[in-house]
């Protein structure tokens, strides 16, 4: 029976968020990843990327296998660190797999993100099921890297569909090249559309599976569950750390307040620190964090003037987010949890009426 082990897997984890990344690494800790490094944002990742490869020993890695990366950071989110990492010369390995995370898990988002050179999206609020269904789809079924004018990435398509008369896009055998050898070209040939890049299936190799190269990667059981443990005993510390991001709400609401001629400033904040909750709570048996976070973010990413009605309704959102995590309120809430819910939906109701 093939044995796979995640041991020597270097992987670096960015999100802006602290008690995500501490999330993330504990999870991979329980899945028996031992090297793992932490940046903020897409800038410290780069300085650790290029550090990894001229001074491994001053990194304390010698190499790095895998990125797991948020969306929205400042001032270098993900798709600012995607590109560089695809395409700019300084970029020591345009393989590298990459997982990109999100609460925005809108199609047109995923698109986005795998014309970027995603290899795989993870939506949050995500499991410990869709962490290692990710995984496993990297180890196991890595994706042809493509190389045209316009793209360079692992091939978007996840299966081959048939070309339609009209749609005459897809290149053809005779003007696609297939490389081995992991050299990006400098320039095209004649006649050739798209270059194939066979590389080899690195992480297969380091999780072992003792050459049974046909034998399907599996994460063991035991493993998955100590990992969904740790997500559990995170729980508990989840509704004290996010009394800060509350605050900070608090804070910008009252900002907006007073400050309205400094509203799209403002603006910017609530709307990303709900982009933060709608990707947390439901990760923490919190999902009326996650329902209500959703709707400030929507709410607050179209830039309005804030009227005094508008920022009652923000008001309403954070007083509802405020009342969950102070009252410890998980799953539905039960009849304080419908209550809170209700009381939301009229300010919604009542604000939505005069537009």
């Keep these: 029976m093939a044995k796979f082990d995640l041991e020597r897997l270097s992987v670096l984890i960015i999100d802006d968020n602290q008690f995500m990344r501490a999330l993330l690494g504990r999870v991979l800790r329980s899945l028996n990843v031992l090297q793992i490094l932490n940046a903020a944002d897409g800038a410290e990742a780069i300085n650790i990327i290029k550090e990894i490869h001229t001074n491994p020993q001053k990194a304390g890695v010698q190499r790095l296998d895998l990125i797991i990366c948020d969306w929205m950071m400042s001032p270098v989110d993900g798709a600012m660190l995607l590109k560089w990492l695809r395409r700019h010369k300084d970029s020591p390995n345009k393989f590298m797999p990459f997982i990109m995370i999100s609460a925005l898990s809108e199609v047109d988002k995923v698109m986005e993100a795998r014309n970027l050179g995603a290899n795989e999206f993870l939506t949050k609020p995500f499991s410990i099921n869709s962490i290692?269904?990710?995984?496993?789809?990297?180890?196991?079924?890595?994706?042809?890297?493509?190389?045209?004018?316009?793209?360079?990435?692992?091939?978007?398509?996840?299966?081959?569909?048939?070309?339609?008369?009209?749609?005459?896009?897809?290149?053809?055998?005779?003007?696609?090249?297939?490389?081995?050898?992991?050299?990006?070209?400098?320039?095209?040939?004649?006649?050739?559309?798209?270059?194939?890049?066979?590389?080899?299936?690195?992480?297969?190799?380091?999780?072992?599976?003792?050459?049974?190269?046909?034998?399907?990667?599996?994460?063991?059981?035991?493993?998955?569950?100590?990992?969904?443990?740790?997500?559990?005993?995170?729980?508990?510390?989840?509704?004290?750390?996010?009394?800060?991001?509350?605050?900070?709400?608090?804070?910008?609401?009252?900002?907006?307040?007073?400050?309205?001629?400094?509203?799209?400033?403002?603006?910017?904040?609530?709307?990303?620190?709900?982009?933060?909750?709608?990707?947390?709570?439901?990760?923490?048996?919190?999902?009326?964090?996650?329902?209500?976070?959703?709707?400030?973010?929507?709410?607050?990413?179209?830039?309005?003037?804030?009227?005094?009605?508008?920022?009652?309704?923000?008001?309403?959102?954070?007083?509802?987010?405020?009342?969950?995590?102070?009252?410890?309120?998980?799953?539905d809430g039960g009849e304080v949890g419908k209550i809170i819910v209700e009381t939301l939906n009229t300010a919604k109701t009542r604000y939505n009426a005069q537009y």
């Design 132 to 331: 290692a269904a990710k995984l496993t789809a990297l180890i196991d079924k890595p994706r042809t890297y493509i190389y045209t004018k316009d793209y360079f990435g692992p091939d978007r398509r996840r299966q081959q569909l048939p070309m339609k008369a009209e749609n005459r896009r897809t290149a053809t055998k005779e003007n696609i090249e297939i490389i081995h050898n992991g050299k990006i070209p400098t320039v095209f040939k004649d006649g050739i559309k798209a270059y194939y890049m066979r590389v080899p299936n690195k992480l297969r190799d380091l999780v072992g599976g003792l050459g049974q190269k046909s034998t399907p990667f599996v994460i063991d059981e035991a493993l998955l569950e100590v990992a969904a443990e740790e997500i559990v005993a995170m729980e508990s510390d989840y509704a004290d750390w996010v009394k800060d991001t509350v605050n900070a709400l608090r804070a910008a609401h009252l900002a907006l307040k007073e400050q309205p001629k400094n509203n799209w400033k403002y603006f910017g904040i609530i709307n990303n620190l709900a982009h933060e909750l709608r990707g947390q709570g439901s990760t923490f048996s919190y999902p009326l964090v996650t329902e209500f976070g959703k709707s400030l973010f929507n709410y607050t990413k179209i830039k309005v003037e804030p009227d005094e009605k508008f920022i009652e309704l923000i008001h309403a959102h954070i007083e509802s987010i405020q009342a969950v995590v102070r009252e410890r309120i998980k799953g």
